[in-house]
């Protein structure tokens, strides 16, 4: 804007002078024209503290935000204010530069889902220490290049779970010293995590139960910035699990805060104990033992260099400290990720594997124990197959044998030749083929005998018993033992079926 010279001022309020009737209008014209009175309210002289590209109006009892803010601010300090409610409208100019906003200590109740429209570009928000209560679904929508989100010491009780679904750029989440009673599991689960997060803290909220499954599943380098201490947990040995394994690993998150995780022990009492006082006597968990990896034959294997950091350059050892150089160990190859695969696995694969990860600041060892089973894990599920099939093949002769004996109805009833009717004999210990019906007094003597026969004496042709005897008898002509057997017989035997039960049983004793 073109400043006008001093001669021009004084020629403009004589005009003013003699023209009375318009000379307000003439005058607020006037003051638009002037240098300074553009309509804003900031002044880096008296308001805020203007130091090149950072604008700090902390300690000023504003109640809003200054307008006319200048769009090549790159850092905006608003703190220990009263500012109360951040409308869609507290920066009706784009400020495309602004990349650091502190509203930290405003008693901030109320954020507008249009809040940071203007401000797209933002890498670093503090909201901690105010007064919100819940985070909507579209809040935080266009701040998809934030960094870093602080919204610790407020009175948050409800997160929307997308409230920061399109924060992609986002590392490091503070939620701490609120009143949260619901893990953000969407926030680490495999599928729905933000892929650059690498800091969640949620510690001193009302948390009762983690997802233990979900968070033993993740890298190390989201375990190590994972913080959730000082929340009313309840006590269980998988927590006790989780926390030893983290501590073996020395991760951040576990190593320095160890003495600040504790739970409540279940009982009327609710009697808080420290999470690694567990494997003592509050309940007797199992101390934790670091496992190895197992492997079968002939398998493809990867085993992974789960680092504290991201992006550190990984190397690894064989069993006997042989280095793996790409050419020469040719069942073993380290993937552009880090991890090691082996394919195809050798009963000689067995050992540690050491993996070495370097950075600039930072160097770490992991050792892996693998230990290959001496058998494929097909062949595994074969012998085992084959083990089931023998087991019920078993089962099911013992049951046939059972009905065959037990419920196989009698079409005779047990002849006897030589004897009186109330005398036993080797023919009425033998299964009847056909039971008889006319003599009641018979049927009272058909009862239960076991008899042991000796085989020398009774052995038929081919080892078969001749249950008459001798093998004499047994050529005998079936008319013939009709007519022995007289009126106590209405029916003819067959001779295969008599040869056949005594083929089956003729070394056992025969219950009938």
Known sequence: ????????????????????????????????????????????????????????CSKMNLTHVPTGLPTYAAVLDLSYNDIKRLRSEWTPEKLPKLHN???????????STEAFVHVKQLRYLDLSSNSLQQLDEFVFEP????????????????????????????????????????FPTELVKEKSRLDKLSLLDVSSNKIKVVPIDELQALPAWIRNGLYFHNNPLLCHCDLYTLLAHWYIRRLNSAIDFRENYTCILPGPAKTQVGIFELSGESM???????????????????????????????????????PVVPGVNQT???????????????????????????????????????????????????????????????????????????????RCFCCHKGKALGEDSIHSSMLSVTPTHGDQALKAD????????????????????????NEDEEDEDEDDLDAEAGSLMKTKRKKSVAESISSVFSDTPMVV
């Open 332 to 410: 073993a190859r380290i993937l552009k990720d880090g991890n090691l695969q082996i394919s195809p696995v050798r009963s000689e694969d067995s050992g540690t594997y050491t993996c070495l990860a370097m950075s600039e600041i930072f160097n770490e060892t992991i050792y892996v124990v693998l230990k290959v089973h001496n058998f494929t894990m097909h062949s595994s599920g074969e012998t085992l197959n084959t083990a089931y099939t023998t087991l019920v093949g078993c089962l099911a002769s013992v049951v046939l044998v059972l009905m065959y004996l037990y419920l196989t109805p009698c």
């Open 101 to 111: 906003l502190l509203l930290s200590h405003n008693n901030l109740l109320f954020l």
């Open 446 to 469: 058909l009862n239960r005998h076991v008899a042991f026969i000796d085989s020398k004496e009774a052995q038929g042709q081919n080892g078969k018993l001749n249950p008459n005897g």
């Open 1 to 56: 804007m073109l400043r006008p010279s001093t001669g021009i001022r004084s020629s403009l309020l004589e005009t003013l002078r003699s023209r009375r009737p318009g000379w307000i209008v003439g005058l607020c014209v006037a003051l638009l024209w002037l240098p300074g009175a553009a309509g804003s309210t900031l002044n880096c002289h008296k308001t805020c503290i203007c130091a090149s590209n950072i604008v700090s």
């Open 284 to 322: 007797n968990c199992s101390t934790f033992v670091e496992e190895g990896k197992d492997a079968f034959l002939e398998q493809t294997l990867i085993l992974a260099c789960d680092t504290k950091h991201r992006d550190m350059l990984k190397t690894w050892t064989l069993p006997g400290n042989v």
């Open 143 to 182: 701040l998809v290049n934030l960094e870093v989100l602080l919204l610790y010491n407020n009175k948050i009780t409800q997160i929307d779970r997308s409230a920061f679904l399109t924060m992609i750029n986002l590392q490091k989440l503070y939620l701490s010293q609120n009143q949260i009673s619901r």
